[in-house]
């Protein structure tokens, strides 16, 4: 079993910057592929950014490439979203997802992620 808590969500003005954290429990948590995904009212569920088990490869969506950068800290079962120069169109609820151990190649879409947490709403104000 996999358990994922995000946290650091909230208001911000837009030009802010935020960092989200995903705090993973399990023990394959080191081995697996990481993603971050949000979604706004009435939107699909939008990827944003991967990273494999070790942290050393990355995809990010070109829609946040350059603002919004994933990164994960093992040692402390923890994915990061550092979120810079926020926008009102970044406001959405933030979902952090992990693949199964054995599935290592970086994916974009939701259904490959078998495990989700609940959320953390990010809204930037204008």
């Known amino acids: 079993q996999v358990r994922l808590v995000e946290s650091g969500g909230g208001l911000v003005q837009a030009g802010g910057s935020l960092r989200l954290s995903c705090v993973a429990s399990?023990?394959?948590?080191?081995?697996?592929?990481m993603g971050w995904f949000r979604q706004a009212p009435g939107k699909e569920r939008e990827f944003i950014a991967a990273?494999?088990?070790?942290?050393?490869?990355?995809l990010h969506a070109d829609a946040v490439k350059g603002r919004l950068t994933i990164s994960r800290e093992n040692a402390k079962n923890t994915v990061y979203l550092q979120m810079n120069s926020l926008k009102p169109e970044d406001t959405a609820v933030y979902y952090c997802?992990?693949?199964?151990?054995?599935?290592?190649?970086?994916?974009?879409?939701?259904?490959?992620?078998?495990?989700w947490g609940q959320g953390t709403q990010v809204t930037v104000s204008s």
């Open positions: 990273i494999s088990w070790s942290g050393g490869n990355t």
């Open positions: 399990g023990r394959t948590f080191s081995s697996s592929v």
């Open positions: 997802a992990a693949r199964p151990a054995t599935q290592w190649r970086l994916e974009s879409l939701p259904h490959e992620y078998d495990y």
